[in-house]
């Protein structure tokens, strides 16, 4: 992970995205973080899309928690329920 300083920044942002692969670019602002620069290369925009949504990450969570809980149901199980609908 790299980082720049916003007050030091000698090149547009636009640069430093180009020379970005598979690292995070962290800027600061004041010595603290403020936004990040990532490399979207091979990523769809309906992983970014879902990466981003709380409602999305609410369900995911959830469903993390049930999980841990022991609530879980078995691939068939699965398919069962669904053919029900």
């Known amino acids: 992970m790299k980082t720049i300083d916003l007050e030091k920044a000698s090149k547009p942002l636009s640069e ?8 995070i670019l962290v800027l600061k602002l004041k010595n603290k973080p403020v936004a990040a620069i990532v490399s979207l290369k091979n990523v769809d925009t309906e992983s970014i899309s879902l990466s981003t949504n709380p409602e999305f990450l609410e369900i995911i969570e959830n469903s993390r928690k ?12 699965m398919k069962k329920e669904i053919t029900k609908m």
């Open 66 to 77: 049930e999980f841990t809980l022991g609530k879980k149901i078995s691939f068939d199980e």
């Open 16 to 23: 430093y995205a180009k020379e970005i692969d598979k690292e």
